[in-house]
């Protein structure tokens, strides 16, 4: 009798996972192009039919690449553990004028942060990462050069970022970076067995403040107080074209205000080093 040796389990791993994730976003990519030939021959109803197949397909797919909780193309965590915990994460430093300056407001307030870094910006300012590290922050990778179409990147460029991103890191302040964010939180259909090879966690967030829009301090401490929850993860940045001088204002006032109504400020994941846990992830008591 013929016996069928077939490893079930070799079929049920993440690779698999992870190559239908990638078919069925390119199946997607195909479907409103393929529905074209419903136009022939050519009627309104049809038109109708193939307009509401594009743009219902196209909305899926900015959901998958856009939206910072979407779990489709990456399994990311976008909140903290612990009641009354809240994370403070700045990205696209570090930035030779405002990250110094932003430090030294964490310092006085004695609350540690999450800087998603820039590869290259780190290598040209690897002192103002190890002084992060130093004070207790955590360093985490957001791509070597954030690339703004990170979600059309070709499988080399797209690993090259990420390890690079890491790299740097590493080269800064002595340790491997634990979480990654992309550049405006873009999705890849790769970036799931990317970041496992790599030991990264994705690391999305809750509040987004949108400072890269509005310089109006106003609106930036509505947008975090009027919001905020327990394990909320805030989106910041620590260099934008014009400046963050707007977010260094009122960035004491909303610490200040968080602390009153009981928040904690935790990082956004463990410090680790080389896979040794040094300091706890979650509700990180502030000495
Ligand atoms: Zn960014």
Not at 79 to 98: I, N, S
Not at 266 to 280: C, K, N
């Amino acid at each position: 009798m013929l016996r069928w040796h077939f490893n079930f389990r070799s079929f049920s791993g993440p690779e698999t996972t992870d190559m239908a994730r990638s078919v069925m976003f390119f199946l997607l990519v195909l479907v409103p192009n393929v529905s074209l030939v419903l136009l022939f021959p050519f009627s309104l109803s049809r038109l109708a039919l193939v307009a509401a197949i594009y743009g219902a397909v196209t909305l899926l797919i900015l959901y998958m690449l856009f939206h910072p909780r979407s779990q489709w193309l990456v399994t990311n965590r976008s909140r903290v553990d612990g009641a009354g915990c809240v994370a403070l994460t700045f990205d696209d430093g570090p930035d030779p004028v405002y990250t110094p300056k932003l430090l030294d407001l964490l310092r006085e307030k004695n609350v540690k942060a999450t800087f998603f870094v820039v590869g290259k910006r780190a290598d040209q300012h690897p002192e103002i990462v190890r002084r992060a590290w130093a004070e207790g922050h955590l360093i985490a990778n957001h791509t070597w050069s954030h690339y703004s179409l990170f979600c059309f990147l070709m499988p080399r460029r797209l690993r090259a970022e990420i390890e690079l991103g890491t790299e740097s890191v590493r080269r800064s302040c002595g340790v491997r970076p634990r979480l990654f964010r992309s550049p405006v939180g873009l999705r890849h259909p790769l970036l799931e067995p990317y970041l496992r090879d790599a030991g990264l966690e994705y690391v999305s967030w809750t509040i987004r403040t949108r400072d890269t829009l509005t310089a109006n301090s106003s609106v930036l401490a509505r947008r975090i107080l009027n919001q905020v929850t327990s394990g909320d993860i805030i989106l910041l940045h620590d260099r934008l074209p014009r400046g963050t001088d707007a977010m260094l204002g009122v960035l004491p006032r909303v610490i200040d205000e968080l602390r009153e109504r009981g928040f904690e400020f935790v990082l956004a994941g463990p410090r680790e080093d080389g896979g040794g846990t040094l300091e706890p992830a979650a509700c990180e008591p502030v000495p």
